[in-house]
Nanobody, 120 residues
Framework: QLQASGGGLVQPGGSLRLSCVVS????????VAWIRQAPGKEREFVAA????????YYTKSVEGRFTVSRDNTRNTVDLQMNNLRPEDTGVYYC???????????????WGQGTQVTVSS
């Protein structure tokens, strides 16, 4: 089970930190991703981190602004989002699976999502 939190309303240029709490004894073996969906648009891969945090991946539009990290002692994966833009608006989901993929659909487990709105 995955549960995302930390969304909210922020002005352009602001920051938010999303957190995903993952339950289950196999969490430490899972890659975890953040996926977002803007209104009326397809889901979009945002970032992912390997189970041991040796590799991270980002979609090009967030590189240099977003950072994904994980703490396997607390079973959490965070997404630090800086210099937010209106186009970052959407529902952000955390997703997990044994295999790390850089797409928005092929993940085994999904959380419920948290709304991020970037607007002045």
């Amino acid at each position: 089970q995955l549960q995302a939190s930390g969304g909210g309303l922020v002005q352009p240029g602001g920051s938010l930190r999303l957190s995903c709490v993952v339950s289950g004894e196999f969490f430490r073996l899972f890659a975890v991703a953040w996926i977002r969906q803007a209104p009326g648009k397809e889901r979009e891969f945002v970032a992912a981190i390997r189970w041991d945090a040796t590799d991270t991946y980002y979609t090009k539009s967030v590189e240099g602004r977003f950072t994904v990290s994980r703490d396997n002692t607390r079973n959490t994966v965070d997404l630090q989002m800086n210099n937010l833009r209106p186009e970052d608006t959407g529902v952000y989901y955390c997703a997990g699976g044994r295999n790390l993929v850089t797409d928005a659909y092929n993940w085994d487990y999904w959380g419920q999502g948290t709304q991020v709105t970037v607007s002045s």
